[in-house]
C-alpha cells in the first residue's frame, strides 16, 4: 500500500512545525535570561559608580564629564554616560550625545518616580538599553544619572541559538517521523493491506471466512472485518439459497425470511418472552467473567423470535455474575458480541428456587407429566412459593408492557402455568400464548395434582397454547372437559369458558437447520481417533447425548446395549456406545439417584465384557459444548434415543442434521415427540430390551443405500420444518386469533 504523497507532506509539516516550536521555546527562553543578565549588570554597575563618586555631581562640567565618562566605559563596557541637570542642560560624552534625544521622556518619569529604572529603546537600527538613577542633594533633587549600554548583542546571539536549535530539533524530529513511516508501512499497512486482500479474496468466493494470519496490531479493525465478513457471507448464502428456493418453489424458513415475517405480524407491537431459564448466564471463571449460553432447546427455539424483532426476555437469574453485568433494572443486552434484543433478569430467594423450581416444578409437574415411574410429590409449601413466583414473573411483564395496549407475550413452559391469567386479567388484550415442551399425561394421571384446577384455569387464560404433537392437545382437551367447567370444541381444538376462546395446537418443535447447512460437508472422524483420548479403540460406535435424567431411559440403552453383545459377541471388542450425560438436578435425590444408577450399570456392563484398551460403553459425565459433541454426531455409526417420555428430543434431530454425507442411522423412542416426524428412524419401544437390541445391530448392518434413502427423508423433513418455521407459525397462529 503506498502512502499518499498528502500524507508525507503533513508528516513533514508536522515535524518542522515541531522542530520550530521547541526551537522558539529555548531561543525566547536563552533570550530572556540574556535580558535578565544585561539588567542585572547595568544595575549593579551603575549604582557602584554613582556611590563612589557621589562628591563629582554635585559641581559638574562638561570636559569633567567627558572625562569621567570616557575612563569608565571602556572598564564596564558601556556606550556612553550622561548627567541630566534639567531638561535644557544634559552633560554627556560624545557617543551619548546621540541617545538623550530618546531619553529625555523616560528620565523624566525615573525622577518624578524618585527610583532607578531600566528601559530598552533603539537608535539607527541598534537595540540600546538605559538604566537612570535619581541623585539626591540637598539643593536639588532633579539631577539623574543615565548609563547606555550595547542590547544588540542579545538578538544576534538568541537568533543564532534559534537556528541551530531549529536544525537540532529538526533532524531529531524528522528521523523520529522516518521511524515512525517505516513502522505505519511495515507494522500497520502491510497488515491493512493483508486484511484488505483477504476482504477481496472473500468478496470474490476465493477466499476463507477467517483471515490468516491473526492480526494482533489491529485486533479491533480485525474483528470487526471478521464479523463484516461473515454477515457478508451469510448474506451471500441467504441469497444463493432464495434463489434455490425459487427455482425449486419450496418454502424453506430462513433467519432472513422470519424476520420480515416477524416484522409484517408484529407492526411495531412489543414481543415479550418469558421462561426460567435464562438464554445468556455470567459466570465466574477465575477472575474474568465468562458468558455462557445454557444447553436448552427452549433457547434454540426462542432466540431468533427475539433477535428479529429487538424483544424481550424475562427469565430467571442463575449465573454468579448475573448481578454485575445488568443494570439497576436487571437487564443486559445481548447477545454480548452484536446486542439484538433486551434480557431482564429476576433474581429468586433460596426458597423460592428450592420450594418453586426445585419442589413444584421438578419434584411435582415433571414427574406427574413425563409418566416414567417416578412418583411425584406435591408439597403446601411447593405450590405457595409456585404461586409467588408466578405473580412476580406475571408482573415484571405488566410493567414491561404498561406502555403497549396489544403486546405479544409468548411463555415457556410448566414453570409458569399461572402466568397466562395473571396478565389476561389486567391486560386482556393482550396477545398470550404459552408453548408447553414437555408432554401432557392423560387426564387420570395428571388429576394426581391436588392444583390441578388452577393450573388449568390458568393455562385458559392464555389465547393459545402449544404442544409438539396432536397426541399431547388432545390430552390436554380431555383433561379439562374432564376437570374444569369449560366447553371442548374438537372440531377446532379450542375451549371456550367465561366469554374467553382458548386454542390448543401441536407446533412440533425444531433446530436451525436451513438448506445452507444442509449443503456442508463436514470430514468423518475414524472411531479409533475420537476414542485414542481415552485409551481405547474400537471399529464402530454408537452415540447417546442426554441430560441425565430418568425420563431419559440411558438404564435401558445400557441394558439394550449389554443385549446385543450378548446376542453377536463378533462385536465384542469392535463397538463401543459412547453416552455423553451432563449432569442435572442433583440436588434433587431422584436425579441423584439416577446418576448413581447409570455409572453402577456402565460399571458392571464393562467389566463383563471387559477388553484391553475397550469398553462396552464409555460414558462422559459433564456438560460438553455443542462443538465438542458434533465430532461424535458426524463420525458415529449411529445415534440411541431411547427416552421413556419425552415432549420432543431435539438430539434425534441434531444428529440428523449433523449427518451431512447421509449416512448412520437413527434409532428412535416411540415415546418422544421426534418419532412423528422422523420416520426414517429406527422406531422402538426403549422398555423393550429384546427389540432395542436387535435394532443396534440393524443399524451397524444396515446397507448404505437403505441408510442414504432414510437419512436424505429424515434430513427433508427437518429442512423444511426448521426452527424458523415453528417460529412463523406460532405467531402467525396468534395474530389470527381474535382477543
Not at 516 to 525: E, G, N
Request: glycine content about 6%; some cysteine.
Amino acid at each position: 500500500m503506498k502512502l499518499s504523497l498528502s500524507f508525507i507532506l503533513s508528516i513533514v509539516l508536522a515535524v518542522v512545525l515541531v522542530a520550530f516550536g521547541f526551537a522558539f521555546y529555548q531561543s525566547s527562553r536563552e533570550k530572556n535570561k540574556l535580558i535578565g543578565e544585561l539588567k542585572t549588570r547595568t544595575s549593579m554597575v551603575s549604582k557602584a559608580i554613582v556611590q563612589n563618586n557621589r562628591f563629582f555631581f554635585k559641581q559638574p562640567k562638561q570636559e569633567n564629564v567627558e572625562r569621567f565618562a570616557d575612563s569608565l566605559i571602556k572598564q564596564y563596557n558601556l556606550l556612553g554616560i550622561a548627567l541630566y541637570i534639567n531638561n535644557d542642560t544634559i552633560l554627556s560624552n560624545n557617543s551619548a550625545q546621540g541617545l538623550i534625544r530618546n531619553s529625555k521622556t523616560f528620565i523624566a518619569k525615573t525622577i518624578a518616580g524618585d527610583t532607578a529604572a531600566g528601559n530598552f529603546f533603539k537608535f539607527k537600527g541598534d537595540k540600546i538599553y538605559e538604566y537612570v538613577i535619581p541623585v539626591k542633594n540637598s539643593a536639588r533633587r532633579d539631577k539623574a544619572v543615565i548609563f547606555y549600554a550595547d542590547a544588540g548583542y542579545i538578538n544576534k546571539i538568541s537568533g543564532t541559538i534559534l537556528f541551530g536549535n531549529f536544525i537540532g530539533w529538526f533532524i531529531q524530529a524528522f528521523m523520529v517521523s522516518l521511524i515512525t513511516l517505516l513502522l505505519l508501512r511495515w507494522g500497520i499497512f502491510s497488515q491493512i493491506k493483508k486484511i484488505v486482500d483477504w476482504a477481496k479474496a472473500v468478496r470474490t468466493g476465493k477466499g476463507e471466512l477467517t483471515p490468516e494470519p491473526h492480526l494482533d496490531i489491529l485486533d479491533p479493525l480485525h474483528k470487526e472485518i471478521e464479523h463484516m465478513a461473515k454477515l457478508m457471507n451469510e448474506a451471500k448464502a441467504t441469497a444463493k439459497e432464495e434463489a434455490q428456493l425459487r427455482s425449486s418453489a419450496e418454502a424453506i424458513w430462513t433467519p432472513e425470511r422470519l424476520r420480515v415475517e416477524i416484522e409484517n405480524i408484529l407492526r411495531k407491537k412489543k414481543m415479550i418472552v418469558v421462561s426460567n431459564r435464562e438464554p445468556y448466564m455470567h459466570i465466574h471463571n477465575g477472575k474474568e467473567i465468562q458468558c455462557i449460553v445454557p444447553a436448552s432447546g427452549l433457547i434454540t427455539a426462542m432466540e431468533p423470535i427475539l433477535k428479529a424483532c429487538s424483544g424481550l426476555w424475562i427469565a430467571s437469574g442463575t449465573g454468579d455474575a448475573d448481578k454485575e453485568t445488568a443494570d439497576k433494572h436487571g437487564k443486559v443486552q445481548v447477545p454480548p458480541d452484536e446486542p439484538r434484543y433486551t434480557l431482564r433478569r429476576l433474581w429468586l430467594t433460596k426458597e423460592e428456587e428450592e420450594h418453586f423450581y426445585y419442589g413444584f416444578s421438578n419434584e411435582g409437574l415433571w414427574p406427574l407429566c413425563h409418566i416414567a415411574h417416578t412418583r411425584p410429590i406435591f408439597r403446601n409449601d411447593d405450590w405457595f412459593y409456585y404461586k409467588k413466583v408466578n405473580e412476580d414473573f406475571a408482573q415484571a411483564v405488566l410493567e414491561e408492557s404498561k406502555d403497549e395496549e396489544e403486546p405479544f407475550i409468548l411463555i415457556q413452559d410448566f414453570h409458569f402455568a399461572l402466568v397466562p391469567e395473571m396478565i389476561k386479567m389486567k391486560k386482556p388484550k393482550a396477545k398470550v400464548a404459552i408453548f408447553w415442551h414437555i408432554p401432557w399425561p392423560n387426564p387420570e394421571s395428571f388429576g394426581i395434582c391436588p392444583w390441578q384446577r388452577e393450573i388449568l384455569q390458568g393455562m385458559l387464560g392464555a389465547d393459545l397454547i402449544g404442544f409438539h404433537t396432536q397426541y399431547h392437545c388432545n390430552h390436554f382437551l380431555e383433561t379439562v372437559n374432564n376437570a374444569i367447567e369449560a366447553r371442548v370444541l374438537w372440531e377446532d381444538f379450542s375451549v371456550k369458558k367465561a366469554g374467553r376462546t382458548t386454542f390448543v395446537k401441536p407446533f412440533p418443535i425444531s433446530i436451525a437447520f436451513t438448506l445452507k447447512d444442509y449443503d456442508i460437508d463436514t470430514a468423518k472422524i475414524q472411531p479409533s481417533k475420537l476414542l485414542a483420548p481415552y485409551g481405547l479403540t474400537a471399529h464402530f460406535i454408537g452415540i447417546g447425548v442426554d441430560r441425565i435424567d430418568y425420563t431419559k431411559g440411558i438404564n435401558e440403552k445400557f441394558l439394550a446395549i449389554e443385549r446385543f453383545l450378548e446376542k453377536n459377541p463378533t462385536y465384542v471388542g469392535k463397538f463401543t456406545f459412547v453416552q455423553i450425560g451432563a449432569p442435572s438436578r442433583t440436588l434433587i435425590k431422584t436425579y441423584a439417584d439416577t446418576v448413581s444408577s447409570i455409572e453402577r450399570e456402565a460399571e458392571r456392563i464393562n467389566l463383563r465384557f471387559k477388553s484391553r484398551n475397550w469398553k462396552a460403553i464409555l460414558l462422559l459425565k459433564r456438560h460438553h459444548s455443542h462443538e465438542e459433541i458434533i465430532p461424535f454426531y458426524t463420525s458415529a455409526d449411529f445415534c440411541m434415543v431411547t427416552s421413556l417420555h419425552d415432549g420432543m428430543n431435539l438430539v434425534a434431530k441434531e444428529f440428523v442434521a449433523a449427518r451431512h454425507q447421509n449416512d448412520g442411522a437413527l434409532i428412535l423412542s416411540r415415546f418422544a415427540g421426534a418419532s412423528q416426524e422422523l420416520q426414517g428412524a429406527i422406531i422402538i419401544n426403549p422398555y423393550d430390551i429384546e427389540k432395542s437390541a436387535d435394532a443396534i445391530k440393524s443399524a451397524l448392518e444396515m446397507s448404505k443405500d437403505e441408510q442414504i434413502q432414510r437419512m436424505r427423508q429424515m434430513r427433508l423433513v427437518i429442512v423444511r420444518n426448521n426452527i424458523y418455521s415453528w417460529a412463523a407459525t406460532l405467531l402467525r397462529t396468534m395474530e389470527g386469533i381474535n382477543g
